[in-house]
């Protein structure tokens, strides 16, 4: 199965800190996606990047991508309340016409 | 203007009913899918569907049906509903197949 697993299922942190979340996968990929869900709402995409690229940014995010480690890692820098939410990655193998989620890490900003 | 809207947004019915869940996108996209939630978050494809081709995922009960009366939806038809049913729904589009996809609020759908 192409299924991305993200590390850790859930995590804590202060306002104002980092918030690092990864993502494996297991064969090649043609893009990978990150998703932010909160509480009872639908996902709402982040960041796409493909398989030839290796880091993208959008305002506070950051999301690499390491496809000879088959892993991705999502950075969210001086983290607020409102980033609370689950996130998860997607991916889709090489000929797949779909999207495969993770089971997503829940992040929890302390105000 | 909501892009994915879904309705009813909560389905409450009981075991061996038929019922059906409607998704509407206004945003040109040519690719629609349903998504089923479960209770540990697990977001999982059932279909995926343009004007070309549906591609089912193969473990999605035949008494699952989708319907397109046209590019800019894609209703859910279930038939003999069962407990383990109960979920949240996810209707999405997306312009091609792999592109970003837009989610809709969600159906939450419980069997008694």
């Known amino acids: 199965s192409q299924q991305g697993e993200e590390d850790p299922q859930a995590l804590s942190i202060q306002e104002g800190e980092n918030a690092t979340m990864n993502c494996s996968y297991k064969t090649s990929i043609n893009n990978l996606q990150w998703y932010r869900q909160n509480s009872g709402r639908g996902l709402v995409h982040l960041i796409l990047?493909?398989?030839?690229?290796r880091e993208k940014h959008s305002g506070r995010l950051r999301v690499t991508l390491d496809t000879s480690k088959k892993s991705s890692s999502l950075l969210i820098t001086a983290s607020r309340a409102a980033d609370t939410a689950s996130y998860f990655c997607?991916?889709?193998?090489?000929?797949?016409?779909?999207?495969?989620f993770g089971k997503g890490t829940k992040l929890s900003v302390i105000p | 203007d909501t892009a994915v809207s879904q309705t009813p947004k909560y389905l409450v019915t009981q075991m061996g009913n038929d019922k059906s869940i409607k998704c509407e996108q206004n945003?040109?996209?040519?690719?629609m899918y349903w998504y089923k939630q479960d209770s540990k978050k697990f977001l999982k494809i059932m279909f995926s569907?343009?004007?070309?081709?549906?591609?089912i995922n193969e473990t999605v009960p035949n008494r699952f049906s989708p319907k397109s009366p046209d590019k800019a939806h894609l209703n859910l038809h279930i038939n003999s509903l069962e407990l383990g049913d109960s979920a949240v729904y996810f209707c999405a589009s997306s312009q091609a197949h792999l592109d970003t996809q837009y989610f809709g609020p969600g159906t939450r759908l419980t069997v008694l």
């Open positions: 997607a991916s889709s193998g090489a000929g797949s016409y779909q999207l495969t």
């Open positions: 945003l040109g996209h040519d690719t």
């Open positions: 990047i493909r398989s030839n690229e």
């Open positions: 569907y343009n004007n070309k081709e549906l591609i």
